[in-house]
């Protein structure tokens, strides 16, 4: 089973410590969760408030205390300090920018990371912080959705011109040869698994669902995804509650790839011992899931 690591309220230079100890640890990813900006003394609830999902982060999701990154750059960073980590977004947030300047920056990240980069994307839930940027709230689905449809012409390397509700273009070309960058998309409610299940390469599940929940999810896609036809490889991914929650049931339901809150395995390098500390921690915790560090499997 591969194990990631969910993050979220972190430094961009303290992702990049993380991410060079998680690949020494054996960890298989580090997915990067993010907000543009911080209202302050917003009153939007996230979509997971009050189920099951809605685990690790009991307060508000962000605060003035949450320290936010670009989490496009940040990846750049990491993937210039590793060599076989997978790097991915969980999740971006797709209707906050034009979808020709995410397709641009993902073909970027994607060459630099030599193809080890996934977009995770969501619609968005924090009106308040569209409202900042200028993007109205009730469009954000619609917007999601057309994005999609660019990004996907985007990355096949040839000229194509668009004619939408919310963009329209000329021909246009964002790359002379097609760009690899599996997409993968958030989101727990049924229009979410349909939207997943039909035009997705993967699906992450949106905070923390329980076991029972999280299996449940998984098998809603899995009929979905059997009415419309598709039986690719399709990619879930679950975050676990707690690092010592037994990975057997997991694989057991039929999930490859579980993700560990970043927050509970790894100190921080400001913590006592500095970085070298931190990254001993976090290699105590891979030896306890089970993972093999890339030099001892070589």
């Not at 939007?44 to 949450?66: L, M, N, R, Y």
């Not at 630099?112 to 469009?139: C, H, Y």
């Not at 919310?166 to 409610?189: H, K």
Request: aromatic share 8%; charged share 20%.
């Amino acid at each position: 089973m591969r194990v990631g690591l969910s993050c979220y309220d972190i430094s961009a230079s303290e992702l990049v410590a993380l991410g060079v100890a998680a690949e020494a640890a054996g960890f298989d990813s580090v997915w990067l969760g993010e907000h543009v900006v911080l209202p302050v003394g917003y009153g939007s609830e996230h979509p997971t408030t009050g189920d099951t999902a809605h685990q690790h982060h009991t307060g508000p999701i962000v605060d003035p205390s949450t320290t936010l990154v670009d989490p496009l750059v940040a990846l750049s960073a990491v993937a210039a300090a590793t060599s076989s980590l997978r790097l991915a977004t969980g999740i971006y947030l797709l209707p906050l920018r034009p979808p020709l300047v995410t397709a641009r920056m993902t073909a970027t990240l994607a060459d630099v990371s030599g193809g080890r980069f996934m977009l995770g994307v969501g619609s968005g839930w924090l009106e308040e912080e569209f409202a900042a940027v200028g993007v109205p709230f009730d469009e954000r689905r619609a917007r999601y959705e057309e994005s999609i449809a660019i990004l996907r012409q985007a990355w096949s390397g040839k000229p194509f011109a668009h004619d939408g509700t919310y963009w329209r273009f000329g021909r246009v070309q964002v790359s002379t040869s097609p760009v690899e960058v599996p997409l993968v998309l958030g989101g727990n409610t049924e229009a979410a698994l349909r939207r997943a299940a039909a035009v997705a390469d993967g699906w992450f599940a949106s905070g923390t669902p329980s076991f029972e929940d999280a299996a449940v999810l998984r098998r809603r896609l899995l009929e979905l995804r059997d009415e419309l036809g598709r039986h690719e490889p399709f990619p879930m991914h679950v975050r676990v509650a707690s690092p010592d929650v037994p990975l057997d049931a997991y694989e057991g339901a039929g999930f490859a790839s579980v993700l560990v809150w970043a927050d509970q395995v790894w100190p921080g390098s400001s913590s006592p011992g500095g970085a070298a500390a931190a990254a001993a921690t976090l290699a105590e915790a891979g030896s306890r899931l089970g993972l093999t560090p890339p030099e001892v499997s070589s």
